[in-house]
């Protein structure tokens, strides 16, 4: 038996990364799944390289009302119901100090990666009600865990959704609604790409080799290994585990200072 036959998953920024390494994963495990993200090349090639029945995608911007409350209904529609979000998707914004970073740029972060993880939640919960409960996992960060210099609106909002996780837990429980975050460390893909390019252009393998080398690991994880963790929250595998905040950062957030 598939771990996830025949359950419904939404799986916001699914065009590529971690949502998309979900998705693949997710839909191999019995799945239905729709993705959700603004570009919509990026989504339908995900929905093509999983290339199975019942996953689909849709454009929206999660930090818009009306686009959260139509994507949640669009996967209802399609596939009759609701047993599982996945909030993952999110920007870094800029890499300043404090005083130098743009109170827009603060609230571009705050309003994709706070609000529209609120959002979804408030709107998917009547849903997953109306199945007798389900599973939310959010995607939070180590940078949600512990402070890092140079990023206070990404680590500000990456608090925020460890602080969202543990709340919509405790309003989740009594309907069966479980919410726990992942909190990955640095991952090889595009956004990692950007934040090399952006700290370093010219220099990216130095800063690489030099982020790599604050995990006690020694590595980046992959996409598919923060997967994998979701796979476990979405299924019944972590049936007593709510308001949890899960590291997937090779020891990471264990050696912040
Ligand atoms: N990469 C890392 O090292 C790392 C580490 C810790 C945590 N994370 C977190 O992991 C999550 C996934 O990121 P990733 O690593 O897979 O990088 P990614 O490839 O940049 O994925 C981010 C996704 O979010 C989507 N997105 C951004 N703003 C959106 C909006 N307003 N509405 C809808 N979709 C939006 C993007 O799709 P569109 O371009 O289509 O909008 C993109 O697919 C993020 O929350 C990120 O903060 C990443």
């Known amino acids: 038996m598939k771990r996830l036959q025949d359950k419904v998953a939404v799986i916001t920024g699914g065009g590529s990364g971690i949502g998309a390494a979900t998705a693949a994963l ?19 090639k995900t929905v093509q390289a999983i290339n199975q029945e019942h996953v689909s995608y849709t454009v929206a911007d999660v930090s818009q009302v009306e686009d959260t409350q139509r994507y949640l209904r669009e996967a209802v529609e399609r596939h009759g119901g ?32 706070v609000r529209g993880t609120w959002l979804a939640i408030k709107y998917a919960f009547p849903e997953l009600q109306k199945r007798g409960g389900g599973s939310i996992i959010l995607t939070s960060s180590a940078g949600g865990l512990g402070g890092m210099g140079i990023s ?43 934040v090399e390019r952006t700290l370093g252009a010219g220099n990216e393998a130095a ?39 899960y590291p997937v950062d090779g020891g990471w957030s264990s050696s912040l200072p």
């Not at 800063?207 to 997967?227: C, D, H, Q, T, Y």
């Open 82 to 113: 609701l047993d599982i979000l996945v909030s993952n998707a999110g920007i870094q914004g800029e890499f300043r100090p404090i005083s130098d970073i743009p109170v827009e740029s603060f609230d571009s972060v705050m309003a994709i990666n």
């Open 207 to 245: 800063i690489r080799e030099w982020v790599a080398g604050r995990v006690p690991l020694k590595r980046f994880a992959s996409n598919e290994e923060v997967a994998r963790l979701n796979l476990f929250l979405a299924s019944d595998d972590s049936s007593y585990c709510t308001g949890g905040a």
């Open 152 to 194: 206070s609106p990404y680590v500000t909002s990456k608090h925020a959704v460890v602080g969202l996780a543990r709340a919509a837990a405790i309003d989740g429980a009594p309907h069966r609604i479980r919410v726990n975050a992942v909190c990955p460390g640095p991952v090889d893909n595009d956004m990692m790409t950007n």
């Open 26 to 44: 997710f839909a191999q495990e019995g799945a239905r799944v729709m993705v959700v993200g603004r570009n919509e090349e990026k989504l339908r």
